[in-house]
């Protein structure tokens, strides 16, 4: 399995080239520009041509995502800790190892496109827009948690974020809907639906697919390959792997998934098939989660250590970009640093304020609230049996529905 995985990451490790460029903006945003330059390794395509590899953005743009992936690594690192505490209770699967696609689709895109995604959400969730203290006061079943404490790990949503989705693949018959309702609507706006190797092979999936081609949806189907569906691999349960071809008919893109870079990119360029009227499109970003499937599992039964080691060590998203700052003089290590400690001392706070905040009370009317739209609710909603019936109007029981 190792020598596999060292196959695979050898080519992943290689470096982007990054330079400040100079002569294409004003004289403060001109020292501001750097031009990209990604491996050649970084892309495969599937009946289209890849992007280019040669791209321009800022320095602003490459510190934000390095902020922002160090951001949710600590909120999860956060997680794992008030997890052992029994501060978090319930099902709770964390990211670390896979930031880059929760951060790179985001600085890609704008807030009126639309993101669904798996229970593995709080990356996601944060990226959209939602403070740390409300994603873990979720994860806390406090009050003023993003879901009001009703929804934990797997349920959390924010504008423009249709979930944190438990049901595996539910979300992408979802996201081709999304997708349909940008286009309804006359938008210029896409959705990215993203689902894991293991969903994959679910048949919502390939009816989404067909939908999605039949109507022409701006949809970004997002595979994030990290090589396991609970615990097992995906070559154990996908007749094939190449997660980005087998729509089949619609045309797709590999993409490595830790390199940020290379993620910021392919999602910029998806964004932009759709919105050109190509239809959908397949991205098969490829990461790895260096812990368990939640926290429950340690992980380390249907994988080696030396395996999680590696890819630790030698394609971390963040330590990537870290290297790529440092090389190129776009930072330098105290700066760095000290970006590191702001990202621990706000998580350490926010992790303060959203374990000081209120549970939910315990007055009925907190649970027939969300039901349903508001102005769109039935008068009567049925409990667990007839006699459980309740009037919403009056919030009491009644007798029979
Ligand atoms: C329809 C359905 N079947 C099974 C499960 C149990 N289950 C939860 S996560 C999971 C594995 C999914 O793996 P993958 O899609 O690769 O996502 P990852 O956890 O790797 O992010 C399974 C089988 C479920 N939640 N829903
Ligand atoms: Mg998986």
């Known amino acids: 399995m190792l020598s596999a995985v060292k196959r695979q990451t050898g080519l992943l490790r290689q470096a982007s080239m990054i330079r400040p460029i100079r002569g294409l903006a004003s004289a403060s945003e001109e020292s501001d520009l750097i031009e ?19 791209f321009t953005t800022t320095k602003g743009n490459l510190l934000q995502m390095f902020k922002d992936m ?19 209770w319930g099902f709770c699967h964390l990211s670390v190892g896979q930031e880059a696609i929760a951060v790179g689709i985001e600085n890609a895109i704008t807030k009126q496109d639309t993101v669904i995604t798996s229970y593995r959400c709080h990356g996601f969730t944060h990226m959209r827009g939602s403070p740390v203290k409300d994603i873990l006061a979720e994860l806390m079943g406090k009050r003023s948690g993003v879901s009001y404490g009703k929804g934990g790990s797997m349920h959390m949503y924010t504008t423009g ?12 018959p979802l996201g ?8 309804y609507k006359n938008e210029d706006n896409c959705n990215f639906a993203l689902y894991g190797d293991g969903a994959a092979n679910q048949g919502q999936v390939f009816e989404s697919y067909n939908m999605a081609k039949l109507f022409n949806l701006p949809v ?30 619609i045309p797709g893109l590999k993409v490595n998934g830790m390199d940020i870079l290379a993620v910021y990119q392919a999602s910029k360029f998806a964004k932009d098939w759709c919105l050109s009227g190509n239809g959908p499109l397949v991205l098969e970003y490829e990461t790895y989660r260096y812990g368990g499937h939640s926290i429950s599992d340690p992980g380390t039964t249907y994988r080696t250590r030396e395996e999680i080691q590696h890819m630790r060590s030698k394609n971390d998203p963040i330590a990537g970009l870290k290297m790529n700052m440092l090389q190129l003089g776009l930072a330098n290590e105290e700066e760095l640093k000290a970006y590191e400690k702001a990202a621990r001392k706000y998580v350490d706070e926010q992790v303060e304020l959203a374990d000081s905040s209120s549970a939910p009370g315990h007055e009925p009317a907190l649970l027939f609230e969300d039901v349903y739209l508001k102005g769109t609710g039935i008068p009567r909603l049925r409990g667990r049996t007839v006699n459980e019936t309740w009037d919403l109007e009056n919030l009491k029981h009644v007798p029979r529905y």
């Open 176 to 183: 081709a809907g999304l997708a349909f309702a940008h286009q």
């Open 70 to 88: 160090t951001t949710i690594r600590r909120m999860e690192m956060a997680c794992d800790a008030l997890y052992k505490a029994k501060k978090i």
């Open 161 to 172: 974020f249709y979930g944190g989705n438990g049901i595996v693949g539910a979300q992408v």
């Open 36 to 54: 990209i330059e990604l491996p050649e390794t970084s892309f495969e395509g599937y009946n289209l041509d890849v992007p280019e590899l040669k």
């Open 220 to 249: 970004v189907f997002c595979c994030e390959n990290n090589r396991y569906g609970m615990g097992t691999a995906a070559s154990r349960a996908s007749a094939s792997t190449e997660y980005f071809k087998r729509a089949g008919y």
